[in-house]
């Protein structure tokens, strides 16, 4: 009785002789990664130091600062734009924008790897035209997202929140509710079930500082209240 050996592919760059010109972690990638994050770090606390973000209480920022300026904000804006968009008879499709796109992406980035990987192993590379096709993909694909977010985040005033949370406002101006739980169980619901109390101006009203009036409010601080 034999021995069934399996099947294993074999990268011609690891057969002998020894050695070869591998990519050594050191020094070689671990003087590449220094770098590359030393120059990230630099850029960041740069950027922080040159251009901070107003948070003196003795003369707090006005309530349109921010405007226009990139933000790491943006993003999550950009995320949540279904709740602003999608209201009345609409909000049915949030889901479509909230959940699902979101799924269907990420399920997408995780089968790429399995179907341009197995040619990979098999020692088969991918045509040059399959990879600039991928290539100029992947490009478009950033390049909409990025030119979609500033598009609809530029307005947002990412640093004037300070202008009016603040402790110099009012007891409690700058905090949260001392009892979160008992205030949305509570006095929110209240206010969601009574409807004493409405934002939007889209023509269908919006419950109470809901997540359509936390964007309007991010955006419009000065007439969204």
């Given at each position: 009785m034999t021995d069934?050996?399996?099947?294993?592919?074999?990268?011609?760059?690891?057969?002998?002789?020894?050695?070869?010109?591998?990519?050594?972690?050191?020094p070689r990638h671990?003087?590449?990664?220094?770098?590359?994050?030393?120059?990230?770090?630099?850029?960041?606390?740069?950027?922080?130091?040159f251009y901070p973000?107003?948070?003196?209480?003795?003369?707090?920022?006005?309530?349109?600062?921010?405007?226009?300026?990139?933000?790491?904000?943006?993003?999550?804006?950009?995320?949540?734009?279904?709740?602003?968009?999608?209201?009345?008879?609409?909000?049915?499709?949030?889901?479509?924008?909230?959940?699902?796109?979101?799924?269907?992406?990420?399920?997408?980035?995780?089968?790429?790897?399995?179907?341009?990987?197995?040619?990979?192993?098999?020692?088969?590379?991918?045509?040059?035209?399959?990879?600039?096709?991928?290539?100029?993909?992947?490009?478009?694909?950033?390049?909409?997202?990025?030119?979609?977010?500033?598009?609809?985040?530029?307005?947002?005033?990412?640093?004037?929140?300070?202008?009016?949370?603040?402790?110099?406002?009012?007891?409690?101006?700058?905090?949260?509710?001392?009892?979160?739980?008992?205030?949305?169980?509570?006095?929110?619901?209240?206010?969601?079930?009574?409807?004493?109390?409405?934002?939007?101006?889209?023509?269908?009203?919006?419950?109470?500082?809901?997540?359509?009036?936390?964007?309007?409010?991010?955006?419009?601080?000065?007439?969204?209240?």
């Open positions: 069934k050996q399996p099947d294993l592919i074999r990268d011609p760059k690891y057969d002998p002789p020894y050695p070869q010109d591998f990519h050594r972690f050191w671990v003087l590449k990664t220094l770098f590359v994050s030393a120059v990230t770090i630099a850029l960041v606390v740069g950027l922080a130091y973000i107003p948070s003196d209480v003795n003369m707090p920022p006005l309530p349109t600062e921010g405007e226009f300026i990139p933000a790491p904000e943006w993003y999550l804006i950009y995320i949540f734009q279904p709740f602003w968009y999608l209201t009345g008879e609409a909000a049915a499709w949030r889901s479509l924008g909230t959940f699902w796109a979101p799924l269907v992406i990420l399920l997408a980035a995780f089968v790429l790897p399995f179907v341009f990987g197995r040619k990979k192993a098999s020692g088969k590379r991918l045509p040059a035209g399959v990879k600039l096709l991928m290539g100029a993909g992947a490009l478009a694909i950033w390049v909409g997202m990025t030119a979609s977010v500033f598009n609809i985040a530029y307005p947002a005033k990412s640093a004037g929140c300070t202008s009016c949370h603040n402790p110099m406002m009012g007891v409690r101006q700058a905090l949260p509710p001392a009892d979160m739980a008992k205030y949305y169980k509570g006095s929110r619901q209240m206010q969601i079930n009574v409807g004493g109390y409405r934002a939007g101006s889209t023509g269908v009203a919006e419950s109470y500082k809901d997540a359509n009036w936390q964007l309007r409010h991010y955006f419009e601080p000065t007439m969204t209240w």
